[in-house]
């Protein structure tokens, strides 16, 4: 199976701009830019699409992991961190940090911090990074 997205740039590094779609059309032409990426300026940018990539993968793999045990969550909301920062000429993602909460009900928090760690190594954008990657899971009654 393979998805796809494009990105399309148009000028130097601080003026240009660009946009990416995805395959889906979830993103159609979404711009980005040197002010979305490093500044505040309004728009997407790659750290924040693998932020979310990151996100949504690991939600489907802790909701996996519940599911072998026989546990179905009834809600799982994750926010991925990521860290850029300048390294030799350029600039590298260093950090993950995933954050989540969910709701299972009649799990207890070892059994869970279990899952949930097991999800982080298995999340196949946790594999594909290149970042130290942290959690913090919390379990929510339900």
């Given at each position: 199976m393979k998805r796809n997205a494009a990105a399309v740039w148009e000028g130097g590094l601080k003026t240009g701009k660009g946009t990416i779609s995805t395959e889906s059309s979830a993103l159609s032409n979404a711009p980005y830019s040197f002010g979305t990426r490093f500044e505040?300026?309004?728009?997407?940018?790659?750290?924040?699409?693998?932020?979310?990539?990151?996100?949504?993968?690991?939600?489907?793999?802790?909701?996996l992991v519940l599911g072998q045990s026989d546990v179905e969550p009834k809600r799982i909301d994750t926010t991925a961190h990521v860290?850029?920062?300048?390294?030799?000429?350029?600039?590298?993602?260093?950090?993950?940090?995933?954050?989540?909460?969910?709701?299972?009900?009649?799990?207890?928090d070892a059994a869970f911090q279990k899952a949930a760690?097991?999800?982080?190594?298995?999340?196949?954008?946790?594999?594909?990074?290149?970042?130290?990657?942290?959690?913090?899971?919390?379990?929510?009654?339900?």
């Open positions: 505040q300026a309004k728009g997407t940018n790659p750290e924040e699409l693998i932020a979310a990539a990151h996100a949504g993968c690991y939600s489907m793999a802790l909701s860290t850029i920062k300048p390294d030799d000429g350029g600039f590298s993602i260093t950090a993950v940090h995933l954050e989540v909460f969910a709701t299972v009900p009649g799990m207890d760690n097991t999800a982080k190594e298995g999340c196949p954008v946790s594999k594909v990074l290149n970042a130290k990657i942290t959690l913090d899971a919390t379990l929510r009654d339900g």
